[in-house]
C-alpha cells in the first residue's frame, strides 16, 4: 500500500525542501509539484517527492485520520513505517 503523507515545508533550497512531521524531517524535491510553495506550506508527500499542495486544515484532519487507523502514532514521534 502507498500513501502520500502531510508535511510541512521547512525550508526551501532549489528544488529540494526539508519537510517535517512530528520532529522528523526529510528532504523532498518539489520537481513533479507544478505550483509554488513556500516556508510553512503543507505539502502531501509520496516516495520523496511533493506531489499536492494542501491547506494546514487539510492536512490536520488527515493526520488525525492516519492516527484514529494506527498508521501514525504523533504523540511519541514514532510512524510505523509511513514515509
Known amino acids: 500500500m502507498c500513501l ?9 533550497d532549489g528544488n529540494v ?3 517535517a512531521l512530528s520532529g522528523t524531517t526529510r528532504p523532498v ?15 502531501i508527500v509520496h516516495a520523496g517527492f511533493a506531489i499536492h499542495k494542501i491547506d494546514e486544515r487539510e492536512a490536520g484532519e488527515t493526520l488525525d485520520l492516519f492516527r484514529e487507523a494506527g ?5 511519541s514521534g514514532t510512524d510505523h513505517g509511513v514515509h
Open 71 to 75: 498508521i501514525l502514532d504523533l504523540d
Open 4 to 12: 502520500g503523507i502531510p508535511m510541512q515545508i521547512r525550508r526551501i
Open 17 to 19: 525542501a526539508e519537510a
Open 29 to 43: 524535491y518539489l520537481d513533479i509539484l507544478g505550483e509554488e510553495v513556500r516556508v510553512g506550506d503543507y505539502v
